[in-house]
């Protein structure tokens, strides 16, 4: 991403991004068994412990920064994509 955002990125806003992820990671590493009840082998899916002191506003802020932060990347990624198919040079 960073090569192909260039100018404008920000390692602070890319690490906040990571450490959303990483704890989405840490959580449900397959993304399964926040969705669902059971695997594709009707096994239930182990859960992780209830959240104790969650806070719903610093949750979405810090969610929001990270999709913000990936759209912004998206947005450079599909222009720098786009500008080389066409053979132009971004510099």
Do not use: C, Q
Request: net charge negative; charged share 30%.
């Amino acid at each position: 991403m960073r090569s192909a955002w260039r100018k404008g990125w920000d390692e602070a806003d890319a690490t906040a991004a990571r450490s959303v992820i990483d704890e989405f990671d840490r959580i449900d590493p397959r993304g399964m068994a926040t969705r669902y009840p059971v695997d594709t082998n009707n096994n239930a899916f182990v859960r992780p412990p209830p959240l104790v002191n969650f806070s719903i506003k610093a949750f979405m802020e810090a969610f929001s920064g990270a999709a913000e932060f990936l759209s912004g990347a998206n947005l450079w990624i599909e222009v720098g994509l786009r500008l080389k198919a066409e053979g132009i040079d971004r510099d």
